[in-house]
């Protein structure tokens, strides 16, 4: 047997006294590696900062291999972006004009003028005639209904009263000042989750339309393992909690929260980005502290892609002029990146997926079960190729900074594929919009292109080859191999043809 020595290892840290001692803190060597106490993680005032790296000191010391790295974030090579909110103060007066509520000005200023997916969430004991304000109650539910009428908006529940402490629960019971105090009613998780969705669902969802089944949780979000329990055995989606608020005077990898948290044996989503409550200082000012919001996106995709865009507040941002144009600038600078946007709904799945799908080694590729609604791969490496002439599985890839991202075609289970040597070959580089009914065969390979917004497609064609679309593009645009395109339409079908 080896015995291997500090003297065998690449010192990473160092300490160096006045008497020329060195001592050795952190360190990687043929047999893994170390981190004494106080330096791995360090107290900075409030906050608590990485001393070490801890992409670079794990993968070292644990000799880990580049895989392919299942990634929610992404897909067809596009930054996920969604947008969520908090039903909270829908009957708070606008600072500017007393006779509107801030559900009305979400509606006019934001909601109805940003056309992309969106996910709003009622207190229903805010809003209802039998609620904490049956005076203004038809005016508030008349703007819910408007806003649940528009095609790119989703309803959820921000439940019955709004608990404040859920881990003050017990034995079912919440009192009345861990929420809000409606007379005459005894509390019930039943009553909070499924009520407030057949309430929103029957009187303020649209016929025809898909009925809200998500839970954004309130107040301290920090549901117990009973109450998580309740919302999968009903069939119900959630999100909310985590705290990430990275940004460039406190730009901590301590700041970004996880992608959700295990509690017991069931999983809670967190959200992409904090709450504009966060950035004002708890509503106590700056009022237009959301700015900053743009900012934790900007450090959660460079050095490294880490969160989504999501853009999350409540109802009572609309209330004040600077919060408003704070809320606006925000919309315009997401919607200036390259994004493919999705519904709230659509994201939670793919959070859950990545936490329970399995991988194995097959050979020069990868078998994965489990993906469905998660359809991206990343390989931290920027050499990464698939054979696309004899591959279904993947349908395309796309490099940015030092990272692959790697297109799935998730309708063949379980996704298979080999990476190899590059060949010229027709690929997806990226696409706002999700890819649907995938084929191929040796005259042909054709999809539908389907997403929530007008379509941007850029596909990598070899020599000899054509794109074809059953939509007429708006721009097009062919450079380097790729063809660059747009559409006036949210949906076509493609073909890709080669003499």
């Known amino acids: 047997q080896t015995l291997y020595t500090i003297d065998n290892a690449q010192r990473l840290l160092e300490r160096v006294n006045v008497h020329d001692q060195h001592n050795t803190l952190v360190a990687t060597a043929p047999w893994g590696g170390y981190a004494l106490s106080g330096t791995v993680t360090s107290s900075f005032g409030e906050d608590t900062l990485w001393v070490i790296d801890p992409f670079s000191f794990f993968a070292q010391a644990l000799k880990l291999e580049a895989i392919p790295v299942p990634?929610?974030?992404?897909?067809?090579?596009?930054?996920?972006?969604?947008?969520?909110?908090?039903?909270?103060?829908?009957?708070?007066?606008?600072?500017?004009?007393?006779?509107?509520?801030?559900?009305?000005?979400?509606?006019?200023?934001?909601?109805?003028?940003?056309?992309?997916?969106?996910?709003?969430?009622?207190?229903?004991?805010?809003?209802?005639?039998?609620?904490?304000?049956?005076?203004?109650?038809?005016?508030?539910?008349?703007?819910?209904?408007?806003?649940?009428?528009?095609?790119?908006?989703?309803?959820?529940?921000?439940?019955?009263?709004?608990?404040?402490?859920?881990?003050?629960?017990?034995?079912?019971?919440?009192?009345?000042?861990?929420?809000?105090?409606?007379?005459?009613?005894?509390?019930?998780?039943?009553?909070?989750?499924?009520?407030?969705?057949?309430?929103?669902?029957?009187?303020?969802?649209?016929?025809?339309?898909?009925?809200?089944?998500?839970?954004?949780?309130?107040?301290?979000?920090?549901?117990?393992?009973?109450?998580?329990?309740?919302?999968?055995?009903?069939?119900?989606?959630?999100?909310?909690?985590?705290?990430?608020?990275?940004?460039n005077d406190k730009p901590w990898l301590s700041r970004v929260a996880p992608l959700g948290i295990k509690r017991g044996e069931y999983r809670q989503v967190y959200t992409g980005a904090e709450n504009e409550n966060v950035y004002t200082n708890d509503w106590h000012g700056p009022f237009w502290g959301f700015k900053k919001v743009i900012q934790t996106f900007e450090l959660t995709e460079s050095p490294r892609r880490i969160k989504p865009i999501d853009i999350y507040y409540h109802f009572y941002a609309a209330s004040k002029t600077a919060s408003l144009k704070a809320l606006d600038e925000v919309y315009r600078w997401a919607l200036s990146q390259e994004i493919l946007p999705i519904h709230t709904s659509e994201y939670i799945p793919k959070v859950l997926e990545f936490y329970d799908l399995s991988m194995s080694k097959a050979q020069?590729?990868?078998?994965?079960?489990?993906?469905?609604?998660?359809?991206?791969?990343?390989?931290?490496?920027?050499?990464?190729?698939?054979?696309?002439?004899?591959?279904?599985?993947?349908?395309?890839?796309?490099?940015?900074?030092?990272?692959?991202?790697?297109?799935?075609?998730?309708?063949?289970?379980?996704?298979?594929?080999?990476?190899?040597?590059?060949?010229?070959?027709?690929?997806?580089?990226?696409?706002?919009?999700?890819?649907?009914?995938?084929?191929?065969?040796?005259?042909?390979?054709?999809?539908?292109?389907?997403?929530?917004?007008?379509?941007?497609?850029?596909?990598?064609?070899?020599?000899?080859?054509?794109?074809h679309s059953s939509v007429k593009p708006v721009y097009q645009k062919r450079r380097d191999g790729i063809l660059d395109l747009r559409f006036d339409a949210k949906e076509t079908d493609v073909f890709i043809r080669c003499r």
């Open 364 to 467: 020069q590729g990868w078998i994965i079960y489990g993906m469905k609604e998660l359809k991206t791969l990343r390989l931290d490496t920027e050499k990464a190729a698939v054979n696309y002439e004899r591959e279904d599985s993947v349908l395309g890839h796309k490099l940015s900074g030092s990272r692959h991202y790697l297109h799935l075609n998730t309708q063949i289970q379980p996704v298979a594929f080999v990476m190899s040597e590059y060949v010229d070959s027709n690929y997806l580089v990226d696409a706002n919009a999700e890819v649907l009914e995938y084929t191929r065969d040796k005259e042909e390979r054709s999809f539908h292109l389907e997403g929530h917004v007008n379509l941007e497609l850029r596909y990598h064609l070899k020599e000899g080859c054509e794109l």
């Open 71 to 247: 990634d929610p974030t992404t897909q067809n090579g596009r930054r996920l972006f969604f947008a969520h909110i908090d039903g909270d103060a829908a009957m708070n007066r606008a600072e500017w004009n007393p006779r509107l509520f801030s559900i009305e000005v979400a509606y006019e200023k934001i909601l109805s003028k940003y056309k992309v997916p969106q996910g709003v969430s009622i207190v229903e004991a805010e809003i209802s005639s039998e609620g904490l304000y049956p005076q203004d109650s038809a005016k508030l539910q008349d703007a819910a209904r408007k806003i649940f009428s528009l095609d790119h908006i989703e309803g959820a529940t921000h439940t019955y009263t709004h608990p404040f402490k859920w881990v003050n629960i017990n034995g079912g019971q919440l009192a009345a000042t861990d929420r809000l105090d409606v007379k005459g009613y005894e509390f019930s998780i039943d009553r909070e989750i499924s009520g407030s969705l057949e309430y929103i669902n029957t009187l303020l969802m649209p016929d025809g339309k898909t009925p809200a089944h998500t839970i954004y949780w309130t107040g301290d979000c920090m549901p117990k393992e009973d109450v998580l329990a309740y919302t999968y055995k009903q069939g119900l989606l959630n999100i909310n909690g985590g705290d990430t608020t990275i940004t």
